[in-house]
Each structure stands twice: as C-alpha cells, then as structure tokens.
C-alpha cells in the first residue's frame, strides 16, 4: 500500500519578488539561483569564521550572525513557517535544530563541520536512515488504522481525566470508567490538555507547560482545473518569506505528489494560513480565508475563478514552539519520569516534532520498554 512521492516533488518553491523560484539542489544551482545576490553568495565563505554562539540563541539570531540576512529572509524564514508554522525569532536553535547546534558546537562552523560528518569526522552518530516522501493508497490516514489493528484492545473517543499512581500502578480515569492498574503508561497528549487533575503538576511546572506556544493554523484544501493556473505546478510545493507580505504562509502541490489525489484534469493545493506569523488570519471564517488565499494565488501561480472543490481545517492549536528557555520544559518531563516511574512521556513536544522524528522516538522508547 505504500506509495513513493511523483519524482517531479523533488523540486520546491521559494517566492521572490513575487515569483516562484526553485530551491537550488547543486552547487551550480546556487550559484546562479536568483534567490540570493552575489553579496549573500560570497558572505557565506566567512561562515566558519564568524566564531561560536556560547549563548541560547534564537533561529534568526543564529543564521542572521553565520550566514546574513538574506538566507534568514529567503530560506530560514520560509522554512520555519512551512515546517514548524512559526518564526525563527521565536524558536530556540539548540532545541529546535539541535542538529545544527551540535556542528557549531562541535566544528566552531556548520559548514565545516557538514563537510567532516559527511566525510567522518568527529563524535559518532546515529546511523543514518534513508528518508523517502511517502504515503499510502488512502492517505496517510492508513498508518495509525493499521497500527490500532495490530494494537488489541482499543477505546477510542475516551478522555483521559486523571493518571493515578499508586505504588508504581497506574490507573486512567476517563469519563467511560476507570482502566488499569498498569505498570507502564505512554502519555502521548499535547501540552495544552494537561492540568494538574490530569499529572500531578506542581504551580510552577504547570505554569511553564501552559506557557508553550501552539499557534493557530488553518489549511485549505483547493481543487482547481488545470486550466484555471498558468503555473505547470511542477513540484513539492512553495513557501512564502514573510518579505513577501502575503497572507499565505505557503501550499502544497497535492496532486503533483502522490497519484489518485484529484481527477486527471485538476489540480489539489493545501494552502496554509495563520501560525505563528500571523496568528490572527488562521481564526478568520472559511469565505474570508478562501478570498484571501485565492488573491495571493492569483499573483503567485495565475489563478483565474474560484476552487472547483475546498474544504477548511482548523488547527486552534497546531505545533508546539520550542522557545528560549525550553530547557525548563524537558525538565519537568524528566522530573515526573523520574518521581513515577513506569509513566512514559512522549510526542511532538519532545525530540521534534516532524513525522520522521516522531517514529523514531517511538520507536526508541518501544525497544525501552520491551528490553
């Protein structure tokens, strides 16, 4: 059932000016993309001499200082508003990027030190596992149905009130009756649904659990005729720098990805609007968000009409924003784990938050708890 992606998404979209440019894949490509000038080209040599941060930075503070503002405005920016619907002003490097953090720490450069990991040089790390743009026949929906059908016994719609510990049993109270005793239990609930029935929190904990940031994001999902876009629509998708002052943070070339996804003479975009850039746009109703997407589509792709199929969804709380400070947070988790043993804290608010980081956490915390 598992589908890999139209080899035509390997190419993805910036906007400048006003146009889509592809990101370059070479360095060839770089050199001549016009989404950097030569000046910003050319700064990037000063790169593995501009010192290390010893300091938590943010996102912006750190590409801005290593590599300029034009890579901050025209490929952080953007990338940060498609991946985690925020802003590199507002996100930790260390925690966000940890990656990238660990190579300056480690090189003094992220350049330099790109280059002595991929030749093997430096720590040892994880072995790396070939990534594939995938989904399934019927949508990625298919991956958690087949996963509950190897799980057993399942409740769904059933809202975890209370985790009770009891001499290292564990029981969960939810508005069906109570579950257990369990000697081990996997929370995997974003932040914003926990309080102090729910985890014995103290004040100070739960005031820093509530503090983390989930902006609001809607997605709409447009079908057009092939016709109605001038754009061949040949790619992955396109991302919106916040200098370009549109109210789109980007789309998705849905039916360029995968087959089956909209009929043979139509294409399917999921256009993303609000997050952390413009929070207030995401809460707008369906009619006005659709005015807004189809206004900036028109420059961006040479929309002509209105979608021939939409739909909207709303995300009052999207992604977790791993801000300054973030360090308080993953102690509190560490904090609980350690004073209620067999309690297993897990999900996007730890150790990233794409898919891919998601089902490798999973799966090291699995192999934990089988050992």
Same mark, same amino acid.
């Given at each position: 059932?598992?589908?890999?992606?139209?080899?035509?998404?390997?190419?993805?979209?910036?906007?400048?000016?006003?146009?889509?440019?592809?990101?370059?894949?070479?360095?060839?490509?770089?050199?001549?993309?016009?989404?950097?000038s030569?000046?910003?080209?050319?700064?990037?040599?000063?790169?593995?001499?501009?010192?290390?941060?010893?300091?938590?930075?943010?996102?912006a503070?750190?590409?801005?200082?290593?590599f300029?503002?034009?890579?901050?405005?025209?490929?952080?920016?953007?990338?940060?508003?498609?991946?985690?619907?925020?802003?590199?002003?507002?996100?930790?490097?260390?925690?966000?990027?940890?990656?990238?953090?660990?190579?300056?720490?480690?090189?003094?450069?992220?350049?330099?030190?790109?280059?002595?990991?991929?030749?093997?040089g430096?720590?040892?790390?994880?072995?790396?596992?070939?990534?594939?743009?995938?989904?399934?026949?019927?949508?990625?929906?298919?991956?958690?149905?087949?996963?509950?059908?190897?799980?057993?016994?399942?409740?769904?719609?059933?809202e975890?009130?209370?985790?009770?510990?009891?001499?290292?049993k564990?029981?969960?109270?939810?508005?069906?009756?109570?579950?257990?005793?369990?000697?081990?239990?996997v929370?995997?609930?974003?932040? %914003?649904?926990?309080?102090?029935r729910?985890?014995p929190?103290?004040?100070?904990?739960?005031?820093?659990?509530?503090?983390?940031?989930?902006?609001?994001?809607?997605?709409?999902?447009?079908?057009?005729?092939?016709?109605?876009?001038?754009?061949?629509?040949?790619?992955?998708?396109?991302?919106?720098?916040?200098?370009?002052?549109k109210?789109?943070?980007?789309?998705?070339?849905?039916?360029?990805?995968?087959?089956?996804?909209?009929p043979?003479?139509?294409?399917?975009?999921?256009?993303?609007?609000?997050?952390?850039?413009?929070?207030?746009?995401?809460?707008?109703d369906?009619s006005?968000?659709?005015?807004?997407?189809?206004?900036?589509?028109?420059?961006?792709?040479?929309?002509?009409?209105?979608?021939?199929?939409?739909?909207?969804?709303?995300?009052?709380?999207?992604?977790?924003?791993?801000?300054?400070?973030?360090?308080?947070?993953?102690?509190?988790?560490?904090?609980?784990?350690?004073?209620?043993?067999?309690?297993?804290?897990?999900?996007?608010?730890?150790?990233?938050?794409?898919?891919?980081?998601?089902?490798?956490?999973?799966?090291?915390?699995? %192999?934990?708890?089988?050992?």
């Open positions: 059932q598992l589908k890999e992606a139209n080899p035509e998404a390997a190419k993805r979209f910036v906007v400048k000016n006003g146009v889509l440019e592809p990101l370059p894949t070479s360095v060839g490509g770089f050199l001549k993309t016009p989404l950097f030569t000046a910003a080209k050319l700064r990037l040599l000063k790169e593995p001499f501009v010192g290390t941060l010893q300091k938590e930075v943010t996102v503070e750190f590409f801005e200082k290593r300029g503002k034009e890579v901050l405005n025209y490929a952080v920016n953007p990338f940060i508003a498609g991946i985690h619907a925020g802003r590199p002003e507002s996100l930790s490097l260390q925690h966000a990027f940890p990656k990238i953090h660990q190579l300056e720490q480690e090189f003094g450069s992220v350049l330099y030190g790109a280059v002595r990991s991929t030749l093997g430096g720590k040892k790390r994880e072995k790396k596992i070939k990534r594939r743009l995938i989904s399934f026949s019927e949508g990625l929906q298919q991956l958690p149905r087949a996963i509950v059908s190897e799980l057993g016994d399942t409740y769904l719609n059933h975890v009130k209370r985790i009770s510990d009891e001499n290292g564990f029981t969960l109270e939810t508005q069906m009756g109570s579950f257990g005793p369990y000697s081990n239990v929370c995997t609930l974003p932040l %914003h649904k926990w309080n102090k729910l985890l929190l103290s004040d100070d904990q739960y005031a820093a659990i509530r503090n983390v940031n989930y902006p609001p994001l809607s997605s709409l999902i447009l079908g057009y005729k092939k016709g109605q876009i001038s754009h061949p629509l040949d790619g992955f998708g396109f991302l919106v720098p916040e200098k370009e002052e109210s789109i943070l980007g789309a998705l070339i849905t039916s360029t990805l995968f087959e089956n996804r909209a043979e003479d139509h294409h399917l975009l999921t256009v993303f609007i609000g997050g952390g850039r413009q929070p207030e746009l995401a809460t707008m369906s006005n968000l659709l005015k807004m997407a189809e206004h900036d589509l028109a420059e961006l792709i040479g929309l002509k009409g209105t979608a021939v199929f939409k739909d909207h969804i709303f995300w009052p709380r999207s992604i977790p924003q791993y801000s300054p400070g973030y360090d308080r947070v993953l102690n509190i988790f560490e904090e609980l784990e350690m004073d209620h043993p067999g309690l297993h804290l897990a999900g996007n608010f730890r150790g990233g938050i794409s898919v891919p980081d998601c089902i490798k956490n999973g799966l090291r915390l699995g %192999h934990a708890l089988c050992r």
